[in-house]
Every structure is written in C-alpha cells, then in structure tokens.
C-alpha cells in the first residue's frame, strides 16, 4: 500500500511567523508531489507542485523535495491568519495519485 | 471561466435510495476522478476515467458506480448497497498523466457534494 504522512495536528504559529509543513511517502517511484491547501468546507485548491529535487519558491511559498529522503515540506513565510487552513501533500506515481490526510494550520493575529 | 462544476451541494438520501451527484468540467481534460472525503481522513479513490467509455475503480468503489459517456461528464451513483455513504464527496479533473510518469497532472477539483443520510 502506497501511503502518504503528514503530521495532522494542529499546528500554530504567530502572524509573521513560518510554518513548516512535512510530508513522507513511501513509494519510491513517486515524480510529481503537490501541495493543497483547504478551507474548512471547501474543496482543496493546489498552490504549489514539484517534480525536482530542492526548492522551488512561489511568492510566499516554498517547497523542498528530498526523493532519497521521501520527504516533502512546505514553508510558508510571513504567515497571515488567512493561511489558516488544512495543508494536503498528494504524491503521484503514474496514474496514482495518493493524498495524506493533512495537515491544520492556525495562524494566530 | 473554465472550471469543474459539481452539483449538488447538499444532498440528502434515505436509506435504500440510490443518488447521482453531478460532475463537469470545461477544462478540455482527459481525466476525471471521484473522491471519498470523510472527516479528519485524507481523500480516497472511488473511481477515475482516463477516456471517453472506460473508466475504474480506485480504492474504495463497493456500493458506487459511474459513466463517461461524454468527455465533460463524469456523474457518480451511491447506491444502496454502500453502506456509509455520508461524506464529502469531491470530483477532479487532470490532463493524462505524461509518458514519462505524473508530470504536468495536477488534478483540480470541484467545490464538492455533501451527502447526507437521513
């Protein structure tokens, strides 16, 4: 079974401060790796991907990808209360796409 | 405005009635997924299409069933036979996965159907 971790809980922080999200996932054949963020009720809209090792930035948004570590994570910098939602990593090998169970973001004013 | 349409949004069954929920998309995607969302839980596979007339099951199709008889729909059934259908029910859409594995797929998704069981 291909399985996708995420620390569900909430997790805190200030306004201003950065959030670190974390992801693992098991399969190693995993390529493409994407973060959604969702609003309570909503449905989830995907802010960030990445297929490469390192980082890759988007205005306030990082991600990093380590394949040899099988580990995602998302930093989100100057963290405004609007951040404050539940965080999914989705891994996709092929025609399978996995999502973990996310993870819920309180930014605090 | 492109985008993936779902319909209902609130839905509510008795028990032993079979329900459709409604998904379409303008996206000009090959690929449409259904997915299960209970709560605290992540999102779980019913079924996915990759063309017109085919599709299959994902993880967790018992007491489902679907069509793709055009390229913009894809509709789901909870049947009476699925015993716990009361979730938040998600439909998605993606370009077909490369050749080369996952690239350029991201799926998007609908604003979702909440399914209730009286």
């Known amino acids: 079974q291909k399985e996708v971790e995420q620390n569900s809980g909430p997790l805190s922080v200030p306004e201003g401060a950065i959030a670190s999200l974390n992801c693992t996932y098991s399969d190693r054949g995993s390529q493409s790796f994407f973060w959604y963020r969702q609003y309570s009720g909503k449905s989830p809209e995907l802010i960030m991907f990445i297929y490469s090792n390192g980082d890759k930035e988007d205005g306030r948004f990082t991600a990093q990808l380590n394949k040899a570590s099988q580990y995602v994570s998302l930093l989100i910098r100057d963290s405004q209360p609007s951040d404050s939602a539940t965080y999914l990593c989705a891994v996709n090998s092929g025609n399978d796409m996995r999502f973990g169970a996310g993870t819920r973001l309180t930014v605090k004013p | ?118």
């Open chain 2, 1 to 118: 405005d492109g985008g993936i349409t779902q319909s209902p949004k609130y839905l509510f069954r008795k028990e032993g009635q079979n329900v459709t929920l409604s998904c379409e998309q303008n996206l000009n995607h090959d690929a449409m997924y259904w997915y299960r969302q209970d709560p605290g839980q992540g999102l779980r596979l019913i079924y996915y299409s990759q063309i017109v007339n085919d599709f299959q099951k994902g993880d967790i199709a018992e007491g489902y069933s679907v069509s793709r008889e055009k390229k913009e729909s894809f509709p789901l059934t909870v049947t009476s036979a699925q015993k716990n259908p009361t979730a938040f029910y998600l439909c998605a859409s993606s370009r077909l996965p490369s050749a080369s594995g996952g690239a350029y797929n991201e799926q998007f998704f609908g604003p979702g159907t909440r399914l209730t069981v009286l």
